[in-house]
Nanobody, 127 residues
């Protein structure tokens, strides 16, 4: 059974930084294209960032480009989301997701393309 467990959320002041982690168990993390989504109160879950199996391809939602960085350490079965220059608009529950893919350079931006999900970690940015 594949499990994804996020950590690293918390409360941070506007302009600050946080790094989220997602540990994959149950299968090799290197088999999965990975992504981070977030859901703010009263809003739908939205795409934030994605990374391919090979770490050579990444993709970001426009509002986080230049501020967030997604990375992975396949040896540790872990994916990270480094978040800088946080604003109140970034307040949300952040979810890690994974999808088994064959191609080393594939990633997805739609929720329905990811079969595996973590339980989420709360990020609150105070102004």
């Amino acid at each position: 059974q594949v499990q994804l467990v996020e950590s690293g959320g918390g409360v941070v002041q506007a302009g600050g930084s946080l790094t989220l982690s997602c540990v994959v168990s149950g299968r090799a993390g290197s088999d999965l294209a990975m992504a981070w989504f977030r859901q703010a109160p009263g809003k739908q879950r939205e795409f934030v960032a994605a990374i391919s199996r090979s770490i050579r391809r990444t993709y970001y939602e426009d509002s986080v480009k230049g501020r967030f960085n997604i990375s992975r350490d396949n040896a540790k079965n872990t994916v990270y989301l480094q978040m800088n220059m946080l604003t109140s608009e970034d307040t949300a529950v952040y979810y890690c997701s994974g999808s088994a893919v064959v191609n080393y350079y594939t990633f997805f931006t739609r929720r329905e393309d990811y079969a595996y999900w973590g339980q989420g970690t709360q990020v609150t940015v105070s102004s």
